[in-house]
């Protein structure tokens, strides 16, 4: 199996894309309210609420395309009033996404 590079294709958007993409990540890592940490990567919870699974899936849209390395899934946790955004990838992703989101350490 070919070795997967974990690196972010930043030229995979265009100037407008990557200041709205770098908007979104501050204003995301501000409202998380929980990071738990998988075997594989880690799942990130939000509010339930609308505006944020907006920004949520504007972020994912803009992620996919200069992390394709990533697999992100999006789920509404119900009993817990929570978006739980599931950021998953090969070896080395955790201390990928740890470097590119410090919040990560910070918020348990």
């Known amino acids: 199996m070919a070795e997967t590079r974990l690196a972010c294709r930043i030229d995979a958007l265009e100037a407008r894309q990557r200041e709205r993409h770098a908007a979104l990540a501050t204003e995301l890592s501000t409202a998380a309210t929980g990071v738990e940490e998988l075997d594989n990567g880690y799942a990130v919870r939000f509010p339930s609420q609308p505006y944020l699974f907006l920004r949520v899936a504007e972020w994912v849209e803009l992620e996919r395309a200069c992390c394709p390395f990533l697999v ?21 992703v955790k201390d990928f996404l740890q470097s590119k989101f410090p919040s990560f350490e910070r918020v348990r």
């Open 72 to 92: 992100i899934g999006i789920a509404f946790e119900n009993g817990a009033g929570s978006i739980r955004v599931d950021l998953r990838g090969p070896t080395g």
